[in-house]
C-alpha cells in the first residue's frame, strides 16, 4: 500500500530525511518513532504530497507522488498536528465544507458525513460550533475530516498529543477499527506505549535515518543481548547466597541485589535456560517466589535505539 | 469546461465556507446597517444646510457613494483577515490534500468577497436612483458610477486578497511585511473612499485628478478601443488572480508560467491600447511599463529553480494542444522558462521601439522609446559578477538579492557622481572639468544601472539619440546571451550538487 524508497530531503545544509526505505501492506497499523526534528513531519508531509522529496520514491496503491499526486490525495487522510478549525462553523459545517472540497457529489454528502460521525461518535454534537469543543472532539472531527474521503491511506502526525488518558484510549479504538475496516495506518507519537498496543510494525528514525524498522516483538527482541531477569525470594536473608549461586553460573552477569528479597540479573543465553536456572535454584533451597524475564518498555526501547546513534554520532559513547 | 467553471463557482467549498461564516457573523450585518443609517443621516443633514437645496441629489448621491465605499473597504479589510486567518490555522494545506485546485481555492475567497460586496450594492444602488429624483443628477453618470464600482471592485478585491496571501507567508522578511501592511491601509482605504467620492467629484468637476484617469478606463463614450480596453481589464484580473494562487502554490506545483504569460500579454496590451489612443505621445506611458515589468520580472523570476517543478513537467506531458505547449515552453517556470519570457519583452521592446521611430518623434521620445531594449543587459550585470564564485551558482536569493541591491546603489551612486559632474562648480569654463566628465558620468549612468538609466536618460540631452537606441539594441542582445550563460553555468553546478 505505501512503499518509500531511498527518501531523501534537503533543507539547506540540513537532511531531514536521509535514505528512509519501508514497505506497509494493506492493513497494517505502523508507528513512527524518533525524537524531536527527527525527520517524522518531514517525511509524513512528503507521503501526504504536500513536500517535495530531494531524492527518492513513494508509491501509494502502487502510484508515484512524483506522477499522480492528485490521484494520491484522493487516497490518503492526512491528520497534520494542528486542528485547522474555523468558528462561526458546526462541526456538519465543517464535513460538509470538506465533502465539497473533496468533490463528493451532493447526493452521497450528507450519508457519507452521518456514516463518519457516527463511526467517529461526533453524530450527538453536529450541530454544536467548532469553537466550543474540547481538545479530544476537535481531534475527532479532524480525524473525521481526515476520513471523508474513505482514504486507503492514513497518515496521522502526533494524534494523542494533549488528549487526556480517556480521549486517547478512544482514539487507539478508533485506529484499530480502521485497520480492521482495511486502511493502512501510519501513526506517529510521542506516547510509546500506546503505539505498542496498536501497532503492527514500528519505525523508528533518527537525525533523518531509519534506525529499526520491523514488528513491535522483533525490535524488542532484536535490541536485547539475552534476558534481563527478575527473582523475588520469599525469605529476604536469602538474597546473599543467591548472588554467590548466581555469579557461579555461566553467562550470567550484572547481578543487583534490591530490598524486600527482590534480585536483578542479566542472562545471556537462549531462552530455555530460564526454566532450568529456576529448578537448580528450587533444588538449591531457595524459596522463590517470582521468577520471570522482564520485557522491555517501548520507551527502554527508544531511549537505548536513540542513545545508541547519538553515542555513536556523538563518539561519546552514552 | 463550461460546466467545470459553474462548477467551480456555485459548488465551491471555499465560497460555502466564507459565505456560511459570513452569514452566521451578525457584527458584520450591524455594520453594514449602521454604515447605511450613518450615510442616510449624514445626506439628510447635508440636504438640510442653507444654500445646499438646489444640489440634494448630487450631495445625496455623493454621501451613498461614499457609504458604499466605506462598505466595501469593510468587506475587503474583512476577506483581508479572513485570509490572514486561515494561514495562522495553517488549513490551506488541508484544503491541497483535499484535492482542491489552487484556482478554486482563490474563485471562492475571490466570489465570496464579490458576493458580501453586491450585498450592500444592491442595498444602495435603489438609494442612488433615488437621489436621481431629487434632481441636478444625470442618469448616465448614476449608471456609469455604479459600472464603475463593480468594475474597480474586484480589481481592488484581487489586490487585497493577493497582499494577504503574500504578507502572510513565510518566505517574505519581515520588513516585507511591514511594507506591504503600510501600503496596505494606506492603497485600500485610500482607493476604497476615493471610489467612491470620485463619483461625487465627476458629477461637480467633469472628472477628479484620481477619477478621471479610472473612469475613463470604463468609459463607454470612446468605443474605438473598448474591446483592448476590456482585454486589459479581464487580463489585470487575471493577472492578480495567478499571482494570488502563485502565492499559495507549494514550490512542487507553482502557476508561474500564468503568471509570466499574463504580465507579458498585459504589458503587449497597454502597449497596443497606447497605440491606439495617442501615440507617441502617450508612447513614454508603453515604454515605462514595458522596462519596469521586464526588469522585476527578470530580478525576481531569472535567479529561481531552474528546471520546472514536477507536477508543471507532467501537467506539460499531458497536453495534447501544441499552442498549450509552446506556452508551457515559452514560460515555463524557472530560469530558463524566465529567459524565454525575457526574450519575447525583448521582441516587443523591438515592435514597440521601431514603431515609435516610424512615427517622427522628438529627440526625447526616441531616447526613451529604446529604454526596455536594455533591460536583459541590467538583469545580466550584477550576477555576472558573482558567478566566479561557487556559492552563488546555487544561492538564487543571494543572486536576487545581490541584483536588487546592485541596481539600487551603483544607480543612486552614479546619480550623485552625475549630479556632481552637472553642478556649476564643474561645469565653470576653465575648471578643468569640462563636458568629457559631464559625458562619461552619464554614459555609466546609462550603462551600469536602470535606476540611474532611468533618470540620466530623462535629463541628458547627448545628441546621440539616434545611436542610443542602436547601443541598447546590442546591449539587450548580449544580456540575453550572457543570462543564457549564466542559467548554464548554474545548472551545471546544481547538477554537481
Excluded at chain 1, 202 to 207: A, E, G
Excluded at chain 1, 242 to 259: K, M, N, Y
Excluded at chain 2, 32 to 38: D, E, N, S, T
Excluded at chain 2, 363 to 383: D, G, I, M, N, T
Aim: proline share 5%; hydrophobic share 45%.
Amino acid at each position: 500500500m505505501l512503499k518509500v524508497d531511498n527518501l531523501t530531503k534537503i533543507f539547506g545544509k540540513t537532511r531531514a530525511v536521509d535514505d528512509l526505505s519501508f514497505e506497509l501492506e494493506e492493513g497494517d497499523v505502523c508507528g513512527f518513532i524518533g525524537p524531536n526534528g527527527a525527520g517524522k513531519t518531514t517525511t509524513m508531509r512528503i507521503i501526504a504530497t504536500l513536500e517535495e522529496p530531494t531524492d527518492g520514491q513513494v508509491r501509494v496503491g502502487g502510484e508515484s507522488i512524483h506522477e499522480e499526486p492528485y490521484r494520491i490525495r484522493r487516497r490518503i487522510g492526512f491528520m497534520p498536528d494542528h486542528y485547522g478549525t474555523y468558528p462561526d462553523m458546526t462541526c456538519r459545517d465543517y464535513l460538509e465544507f470538506y465533502a465539497r472540497a473533496y468533490e463528493i457529489e451532493p447526493k452521497a454528502r450528507a450519508r457519507r458525513i452521518d456514516g463518519i460521525m457516527d463511526f467517529t461518535g461526533l453524530g450527538d454534537i453536529a450541530d454544536k460550533k467548532v469553537e466550543e469543543l474540547s481538545k479530544g472532539m476537535r481531534q475527532r472531527l479532524n480525524l473525521s475530516r481526515a476520513l471523508i474521503n474513505d482514504p486507503k491511506l492514513m497518515v496521522m502526525d502526533e494524534p494523542a498529543a494533549g488528549l487526556d488518558p480517556r480521549a486517547r484510549v478512544e482514539l487507539r479504538y478508533l485506529i484499530r477499527n480502521l485497520a480492521e475496516q482495511g486502511k493502512t495506518v501510519f501513526v506517529s507519537s510521542h506516547i510509546l506505549t500506546e503505539l505498542s498496543e496498536i501497532c503492527d510494525h514500528m519505525l523508528i528514525i533518527d537525525q533523518g535515518r531509519k534506525i529499526s524498522f520491523g514488528s513491535v516483538e522483533e525490535i524488542q527482541r532484536g535490541l536485547r543481548e539475552g534476558f534481563e531477569i527478575r527473582v523475588r525470594l520469599v525469605d529476604p536473608s536469602q538474597v546473599e547466597g543467591l548472588v554467590r549461586f548466581l555469579v557461579q553460573r555461566p553467562g550470567i552477569q550484572d547481578v543487583r541485589p534490591g530490598e524486600n528479597g527482590v534480585l536483578l540479573f542479566s542472562l545471556r543465553d537462549e531462552a530455555e535456560r530460564i526454566p532450568a536456572l529456576l529448578r537448580e535454584a528450587v533444588n538449591e533451597g531457595f524459596s522463590v517466589m517470582e521468577f520471570r524475564p522482564e520485557t522491555p518498555t517501548m520507551e527502554d526501547v527508544f531511549m537505548r535505539i536513540t542513545g545508541q546513534t547519538n553515542g555513536g554520532n556523538n563518539g561519546n559513547g552514552a | 469546461m463550461r460546466w467545470r467553471l459553474a462548477n467551480g463557482v456555485f459548488d465551491n467549498a471555499m465560497l460555502y465556507k466564507d459565505i456560511t461564516q459570513w452569514l452566521r457573523n451578525r457584527t458584520f450585518l450591524a455594520l453594514f446597517i449602521g454604515l447605511l443609517a450613518l450615510g442616510e443621516a449624514v445626506s439628510a443633514i447635508c440636504m438640510s444646510l442653507p444654500g445646499e437645496e438646489g444640489r440634494l441629489g448630487p450631495v445625496a448621491f455623493g454621501f451613498l457613494s461614499a457609504t458604499m465605499g466605506l462598505y466595501g473597504f469593510v468587506v475587503i479589510a474583512m476577506g483581508f483577515m479572513g485570509t490572514s486567518r486561515e494561514f495562522s490555522n495553517r488549513t490551506f494545506e488541508l484544503y491541497e490534500i483535499a484535492g482542491m485546485s489552487l484556482e478554486r481555492m482563490v474563485l471562492g475567497k475571490v466570489v465570496s468577497i464579490l458576493v458580501q460586496f453586491l450585498f450592500g450594492f444592491f442595498c444602495i444602488v435603489p438609494f442612488m436612483f433615488f437621489a436621481f429624483l431629487l434632481g441636478g443628477l444625470d442618469f448616465g453618470l448614476i449608471g456609469q458610477s455604479a459600472l464603475g464600482m463593480v468594475l474597480i471592485f474586484p480589481l481592488i478585491a484581487l489586490l487585497s486578497l493577493c497582499i494577504a496571501l503574500n504578507v502572510r507567508l513565510k518566505r517574505v522578511s519581515v520588513p516585507a511585511r511591514v511594507l506591504l501592511i503600510l501600503a496596505a491601509l494606506w492603497f485600500i482605504p485610500g482607493v476604497a473612499i476615493r471610489m467612491a467620492m470620485g463619483s461625487y467629484y465627476l458629477a461637480h468637476h467633469g472628472g477628479g485628478a484620481w477619477g478621471g484617469s479610472a473612469f475613463s478606463l470604463f468609459s463607454l463614450g470612446n468605443t474605438d478601443d473598448l474591446v483592448l480596453r476590456i482585454a486589459l481589464y479581464v487580463q489585470f484580473c487575471l493577472w492578480l488572480f495567478y499571482l494570488c494562487c502563485n502565492s499559495i502554490a507549494p514550490p512542487q506545483d507553482s502557476r508561474e508560467h500564468q503568471v509570466k504569460f499574463l504580465t507579458f500579454s498585459v504589458s503587449a496590451t497597454w502597449v497596443a491600447l497606447v497605440g491606439c489612443s495617442n501615440w507617441p505621445a502617450m508612447a513614454p506611458a508603453a515604454i515605462v511599463f514595458l522596462f519596469v515589468a521586464s526588469c522585476i520580472l527578470g530580478a525576481i523570476l531569472f535567479p529561481h529553480r531552474l528546471d520546472p517543478p514536477l507536477m508543471v513537467v507532467n501537467r506539460r506531458k499531458r497536453t495534447r494542444w501544441l499552442t498549450v505547449r509552446l506556452f508551457h515552453y515559452a514560460f515555463a517556470p524557472g530560469s530558463m522558462g524566465t529567459l524565454r519570457t525575457l526574450f519575447l519583452f525583448y521582441l516587443l521592446s523591438v515592435v514597440t521601439y521601431l514603431a515609435v521611430t516610424e512615427s517622427g518623434p522628438s529627440p526625447q521620445e526616441l531616447a526613451s522609446s529604446s529604454r526596455p531594449l536594455q533591460a536583459p543587459f541590467f538583469l545580466f550585470l550584477s550576477p555576472v559578477l558573482l558567478m566566479p564564485f561557487g556559492f552563488a551558482r546555487k544561492r538564487y536569493k543571494t543572486l536576487r538579492a545581490v541584483t536588487i541591491c546592485y541596481w539600487a546603489l551603483v544607480g543612486v551612486g552614479l546619480l550623485i557622481l552625475y549630479s556632481i559632474a552637472e553642478s556649476p562648480g564643474f561645469r565653470r569654463p576653465g575648471s578643468g572639468y569640462d563636458g568629457h566628465v559631464r559625458a562619461w558620468a552619464a554614459l555609466g549612468s546609462l550603462m551600469l544601472s536602470p535606476v540611474s538609466s532611468w533618470v540620466v536618460g530623462t535629463v541628458y540631452r547627448p545628441g546621440f539619440e539616434s545611436s542610443l537606441g542602436s547601443y541598447r539594441l546590442v546591449s539587450g542582445a548580449i544580456g540575453l546571451i550572457g543570462l543564457l550563460w549564466i542559467a548554464r553555468r548554474c545548472r551545471r553546478a546544481e547538477r554537481q550538487g
